[in-house]
């Protein structure tokens, strides 16, 4: 029964097929099975898999599927819409529902590495929290799930192959040092100052960059673990050279490992469009002129709406966000 519950990611009592008729009788009469569900399942061309899946109240949360060559990425969500509100992202503008449950969390993982198994034959290599809602407001219930993904007795994953995003919640942020967690760290920073910053990502009021930089620093000295920080390039907003130089600057004051420059998504609800490729080539080479680690992340899955900032459960109710 623990197998089938923490390793095999089933539905109902009577799918744990090799105890007893009797005893799956006798579970399903005096217990209930709580678990999420998938829903519907979309291919894209390049290969990702999105998964919309659904609670057993019947709310919807999205995960994804990311195949590479060399890994086989799953990005989970932690909450059923999102309260933040940040401009550019689809799930800003979901009503959020609530907290996904540690084992929702871990069922959706083991779902997604289930389909990794059956389409590409291969075991998920990597996680990260990237899709909806807050991973940081979500706290205990992520800590909880990533202790089991990462226990013997569940997926045995290596905590260094999981990377948390967030949009940046320095209180949080400190937390996580001070409970010596060995995952990687990634910020949704996508402006260098706050004036900007405050333009797309409401958090920031309560969260300024100076305030952000003061919690990398402390969760770098308590853990030493790897911190990314995350910029999507917005046409004429904040991909102009002194936006770089913005950048570079706050680079200086942490510990980062890279900055990931990543290609916007154009979603229905925002005003923002993606910049010419040579813009943001030029963006790059400003970056790595000046001795910054930078990498470009293109996006995966956009022909079905899994790329970065695109999860949105269509369908659901779209809140009226000025």
Same mark, same amino acid.
């Given at each position: ?19 007893? #008729? ?42 994804? =599927? ?20 940040? #401009? ?8 959020? @529902? ?11 993982? +083991? ?10 034959? @291969? ?16 706290? @205990? ?13 569940? =997926? ?14 320095? #209180? ?13 760290? +990634? ?59 913005? =950048? ?25 469009? #993606? ?6 080539? +030029? ?23 899994? +790329? ?5 459960? @269509? ?8």
């Amino acid at each position: 029964m623990y197998d089938w519950l923490w390793l095999k990611p089933v539905q109902r009592f009577d799918d744990m097929t090799n105890i007893s #008729k009797d005893l799956r009788e006798k579970l399903s009469s005096n217990f209930s099975f709580p678990s999420i569900s998938v829903d519907t399942t979309q291919h894209s061309e390049d290969g990702t898999l999105k998964t919309r899946f659904r609670t057993t109240e019947g709310h919807l949360t999205e995960g994804v =599927l990311i195949p590479t060559e060399e890994r086989k990425t799953a990005c989970v969500s932690s909450q059923i819409g999102c309260s933040l509100s940040c #401009k550019f992202c689809a799930t800003g503008y979901i009503e959020r @529902k609530r907290n996904l449950n540690f084992d929702e969390i871990f069922d959706e993982v +083991a779902l997604i590495n289930q389909q990794s198994l059956e389409v590409y034959d @291969k075991k998920l290599t990597n996680i990260v929290f990237m899709g909806m809602g807050e991973p940081l407001l979500n706290y @205990k219930n992520v800590l909880r799930a990533i202790e089991r993904i990462t226990s013997p007795e569940g =997926l045995g994953m290596s905590p260094r192959r999981i990377t948390v995003s967030t949009a940046g919640v320095a #209180k949080q942020i400190k937390q996580l040092g001070d409970d010596k967690v060995r995952f990687k760290l +990634a910020l949704s920073l996508h402006a260098a100052t706050d004036r900007k910053r405050h333009e797309i990502m409401p958090i920031n009021d309560s969260n300024n960059i100076k305030s952000l930089v003061e919690a990398l620093n402390y969760f770098y000295k308590q853990t030493k673990n790897e911190i990314t920080l995350e910029y999507i390039l917005f046409n004429n907003f904040n991909d102009s050279i002194e936006d770089a130089d913005d =950048l570079i600057k706050v680079y200086r004051q942490v510990p980062a490992d890279l900055i990931n420059l990543i290609e916007y998504n154009p979603i229905e609800f925002a005003k923002f469009t #993606k910049p010419s490729e040579e813009k943001v080539e +030029a963006f790059m080479k400003h970056l790595e002129k000046n001795k910054v680690n930078v990498r470009l992340r293109r996006s995966r899955g956009k022909d079905i709406d899994a +790329a970065c900032g695109q999860l949105a459960n @269509k369908g659901c109710r779209i809140l009226n966000i000025k």
